[in-house]
């Protein structure tokens, strides 16, 4: 296996990313998209590339713009910029490699691969982990946030303080339909855990009843919605690298 660092124009700045290839031809490439205010390297994200370049596949996992290693200001983004990195890291991988067979989404990241896959052609399946039915679902996070006269506020989410914008809310608040997921046109694998206490189960069901066959669906079992156990992580890991492998070879 091959591990390099890359980055490419984001639609505010430098996208940093890590492109793993695994030795011989690859059957295909896997976009990954993490979780909200998450980055590239949480454990699932890793674990996950490596059993997805084990089966021959290879995986470009990034940071959206302003968390990681990405340049930009998180308070300027939205879901809307979120779907500008994932076309622009489909369009460096297109350069680089080939364009994305695959797309990978954790958490608002599946909602993310979810309303993007439709408009890239070359994906052939997508998968999603703990994801939210529409993007609006993570709104929550952020109620009750007082924005300044600036347009941004401060919040706490998962212990750790981030400022949004103004121009977020409104844009989750935009995105409350699953009507994009019928038109996938590509085989879809929906990851969730039935304890997830951060994204509820009913969101798995719900995106599983919007979309066409082939569809598969996978408990998580006592996962957590991080999938913070090593053993959870791995075995979704082998899962998903066997079903990807399914479909790419």
């Not at 993490?34 to 596949?57: G, M, Q, W, Y």
């Not at 890291?89 to 297109?94: D, I, P, Q, V």
């Not at 993007?116 to 993007?135: F, K, L, W």
């Not at 085989?187 to 969730?192: D, E, Q, S």
């Amino acid at each position: 296996m091959s591990t390099q660092r890359v980055e490419f124009d984001g639609h505010a700045g430098k996208v940093s990313g890590i492109l793993e290839m695994p030795e011989g031809e690859a059957l295909g490439v896997a976009l990954f998209a993490h979780c909200f205010t998450c980055s590239k390297d949480l454990r699932v994200v890793r674990e996950i590339a490596k059993r997805l370049t084990e089966e021959r596949i290879g995986v470009l996992r990034f940071d959206f713009t302003g968390l990681g290693e990405s340049e930009g200001a998180f308070h300027a983004t939205s879901f809307a910029t979120n779907l500008d990195d994932l076309r622009a890291a489909s369009g460096y991988l297109a350069s680089a490699v080939g364009p994305p067979a695959m797309l990978i989404g954790h958490s608002l990241g599946g909602a993310a691969v979810l309303a993007a896959a439709p408009e890239m052609g070359s994906v052939r399946c997508v998968a999603t982990i703990g994801a939210p039915a529409e993007a609006s679902h993570v709104r929550h996070l952020v109620a009750g946030a007082s924005f300044g006269d600036d347009g941004t506020a401060e919040v706490s989410i998962g212990g750790r303080p981030f400022r949004i914008g103004e121009d977020f809310v409104k844009d989750l608040e935009a995105r409350d339909s699953t009507a994009h997921i019928r038109d996938l046109g590509a085989a879809l694998m929906v990851m969730h855990s039935p304890v997830d206490r951060v994204v509820g189960i009913d969101n798995a069901e719900r995106i599983y009843g919007a979309a066409r066959h082939p569809k598969s669906f996978v408990s998580l079992d006592q996962a957590d919605h991080l999938l913070s156990r090593p053993e959870d992580a791995r075995f979704a890991g082998h899962v998903l690298s066997a079903w990807a492998g399914y479909y790419l070879g």
